[in-house]
């Protein structure tokens, strides 16, 4: 059995849930009130504002704890912030699939993302438990990302179509359910029957996409801490920053055409890792580097590639509705 180290005390465990709920109240609350079509300058300003509440965090953790657990909140978010990128990929396909008005698709997602924060905090908190009592799991846990970062790999090119998964057929012979919109409900009543909108179903899928990523995000950031509240802190950081990142990105995903390979090199690297813990260890500073330079060697190489193909080519001309939206967004 192993027991595990934590910088945790109740105090900053409160400290930070209460924070999680001020911002997530202030969110909806306050800014986004009213429905709205999230443009890219909106969208680029929350960004921003994640990114840099996450890096504060950081940096006050490194301040009061040392170099070590600072070092590992940081490889951990951005190793959650990269595949969070995934996420979009799917989020992209299933608002797009759906017709899901740009007016509604924040609201969609902040639902979404907040049951994600409670499915992600007690996945992480099993995960630790059983880690805990079985530290052969390691290595199952080691060489399912690394299945995983190939699968990835193999298929980075196939197309995803959620809305005719197993979920969607299930809950469309379960739940009544009407083809309309009305406005940015959930659920209607026609005909003295409530039914689910298409925002329901568009809203289960989103749950059940992030439950499908977390089965590989979790387990990735095990392979760098095993401290509760490093893993729960920078997932948490990751997941809250998406919507925007989503509204930021939707428009130009299709220019980043090697971002999966270095995903799935991202998996391979923390899955043997993980695999390898009782033969050698990487220091938190080395996991890093290795991590930020597959990631940003993909993305450079995506920019590239983009640059240099002819603004008519076949996978521009491929891009989903939603994508075309958001870039029309972003111009206007």
């Known amino acids: 059995m192993e027991s595990f180290q934590t910088i945790g005390s109740p105090l900053l465990w409160g400290g930070f849930i209460a924070f999680v709920f001020a911002m997530l109240a202030l969110d909806l609350g306050v800014f986004h009130r009213k429905a709205h079509t999230v443009s890219f300058k909106e969208a ?23 170099a070590g657990p600072g070092m590992e909140f940081l490889t951990g978010y951005l190793i959650e912030k990269s595949l969070s990128v995934d996420n979009i990929f799917v989020f992209v396909v299933i608002f797009s699939t759906m017709k899901v008005p740009a007016l509604y698709q924040h609201r ?15 996945m992480i908190f099993a995960g630790v438990a059983m880690l805990e009592r079985f530290h052969w799991l390691i290595y199952v846990f080691g060489a399912f990302l690394i299945i995983t970062g190939v699968k990835l ?22 739940i009544p359910s009407t083809p309309h919109f009305h406005g940015q409900h959930f659920v209607t009543v026609e005909n003295g029957r409530k039914l689910a909108t298409p925002l329901l179903m568009a809203l289960m899928l989103v749950e059940a996409s992030d439950v499908l990523f977390a089965l590989d995000s979790i387990p990735a950031i095990f392979a760098v801490t095993r401290d509760p509240f490093i893993v729960f802190t920078s997932n948490i950081f990751a997941i809250l920053g998406l919507r925007s990142l989503f509204f930021l990105m939707a428009g130009a995903m299709e220019k980043f055409t090697y971002l999966k390979v270095g995903l799935s090199g991202v998996l391979v690297f923390v899955g ?15 996991s890093l580097g290795v991590i930020a330079l597959v990631l940003g060697g993909s993305i450079v190489a995506s920019l590239v590639k983009a640059k240099n193909t002819p603004p008519h080519a076949p996978n521009a001309e491929a891009s989903s509705d939603v994508s075309r939206d958001a870039a029309a967004t972003a111009k206007s």
Do not use: C
């Open 272 to 286: 043997a890792k993980m695999a390898l813990v009782d033969v050698m260890h990487l220091s938190p500073a080395v």
């Open 153 to 174: 790999f193999i298929q980075r090119n196939h197309e995803e179509h959620p809305e005719d998964g197993w979920l969607m057929r299930t809950a469309r012979r379960v």
């Open 44 to 66: 680029g300003a929350w960004s921003a504002v994640w990114v840099s509440l996450s890096l504060a965090f950081n940096a006050f953790l490194w301040w009061r704890y040392g």
């Open 108 to 122: 969609v997602l902040f639902w979404g993302i907040l049951s994600a924060l409670v499915l992600r905090a007690a």
